[in-house]
């Protein structure tokens, strides 16, 4: 069964940086799309990047110029890079894992298989 488990969330000052880990386990890392997603208080569950065993990447609107995923095969790991952090950036942030070949389905929570049990980031004004 395949496991996902989060971690770097944290509280940080806004423009300060941080990069969200997601370890990947029983399965072959090497055939699943990863992506993420984030979920803030009140709010639905939304996009946020996602990369192919390629290292090919889908953005959402709120990666776009400031966060960047990418991943390690060799560690079966998948990284968010967040910079410039704002406030709106607060949420509840989820990796997931899909064996779609990149495409815009993959911005569809529906399409992700597994799920990790998410990482929290705060960030204050």
């Known amino acids: 069964q395949v496991q996902l488990v989060e971690s770097g969330g944290g509280l940080v000052q806004a423009g300060e940086s941080l990069k969200l880990a997601c370890t990947f386990s029983g399965g072959i890392f090497s055939t699943y799309t990863m992506g993420w997603f984030r979920q803030a208080p009140g709010k639905e569950r939304e996009f946020v990047a996602a990369v192919n065993w390629k290292g090919g990447e889908l953005n959402g609107d709120s990666a776009k110029g400031r966060f960047t995923v990418s991943r390690d095969d060799a560690r079966n790991t998948v990284y968010l890079q967040m910079n410039s952090l704002r406030f709106e950036d607060t949420a509840v942030y989820y990796c997931?894992?899909?064996?779609?070949?990149?495409?815009?389905?993959?911005?569809?929570?529906?399409?992700?298989?597994?799920w990790g049990q998410g990482t929290q980031v705060t960030v204050s004004a």
């Open positions: 997931a894992a899909s064996t779609l070949v990149l495409t815009f389905l993959l911005r569809l929570q529906r399409n992700y298989a597994y």
